[in-house]
């Protein structure tokens, strides 16, 4: 399944996020026990479980929770749940040494070290921007944060996802029209931190940034763009962020 802020799961859980936020952690639990129960795929059910884990009383519950989430990630086992196994076996180990289980504590513990943190998506990936460019025109890090326009970026970033870059367009500054462009990385790449195992469990939005140029091999012109009032709610979303950017 393509993750899709749309989705009707992945919307329960922003919600149960914003609960968690105004500190209604009762409120938020609801929300993500309804995301479970309406979920109908593998990849909705990961995502619930996540957040239903963290918000169990005791470590018993909660080691049932992420055992459950694990089965669904071994399952799904692609580039949007791949991250999300460190810091799932890292908790499993917590619960484990809380529960006086030493012997399967150390084991998830070494578990969680064994992976290492190397992107295997294989692409194809998008960079979009206002910028009128052509093939074979890199595209290089050193530019203007389009969220922080005080932050130059140490990285250039991308994604597997044709609308993660429309919406990219869209929000990059410039007077230009929307370009979705096909890149291929030119050095290695990295999970981008800033959305990796921050909001949702793994890289379900497959974005990944590089300190290498990115070529411009293509371009694609007949992705869904969002609306007016989406694009706005997003402004104002970005507007409201007190996050730090890891660059």
């Known amino acids: ?31 993500f026990l309804q995301a479970w129960d309406e979920a109908t795929n593998d990849f909705e059910k990961f995502i619930s479980a996540n957040y239903i884990a963290r918000h169990q009383k005791n470590a018993s519950d909660k080691l049932q929770w992420l055992e459950t989430d694990l089965r669904l990630a071994l399952k799904i086992n692609d580039d949007t749940v791949k991250s999300a196994f460190p810091p799932l076996y890292l908790n499993i180990a917590k619960c484990y040494e809380e529960l006086g289980n030493f012997d399967r504590a150390k084991e998830n513990y070494a578990l969680a070290t064994s992976f290492k943190d190397e992107p295997t998506d294989k692409g194809p990936f998008y960079h979009g921007t206002k910028a009128d460019l052509k093939v074979g025109d890199l595209l290089a890090a050193g530019g203007d944060s389009n969220y922080k326009s ?3 970026m140490n990285h250039i970033y991308f994604t597997a996802l044709v609308h993660g870059a429309g919406l990219a367009a869209s929000l990059a500054k ?11 990385p030119t050095g290695g790449f990295e999970n981008d931190p800033n959305v990796t195992n921050n909001y949702f469990p793994g890289n379900p939005t497959r974005s990944y940034r590089s300190q290498a140029p990115l070529k411009i091999v293509g371009e694609v012109t007949n992705w869904m763009k969002i609306t007016p009032e989406e694009l706005q709610k997003w402004r104002e979303k970005l507007a409201n962020n007190k996050g730090e950017i890891i660059n």
């Open 174 to 184: 410039g007077d230009g029209r929307e370009r979705v462009y096909i890149v291929e």
């Open 1 to 31: 399944m393509e993750f899709n802020q749309n989705n009707n799961i992945v919307r329960l859980c922003l919600r149960g996020i914003g609960m968690e936020q105004k500190d209604k952690p009762e409120e938020a639990s609801r929300l």
């Open 150 to 152: 005080e932050i130059k």
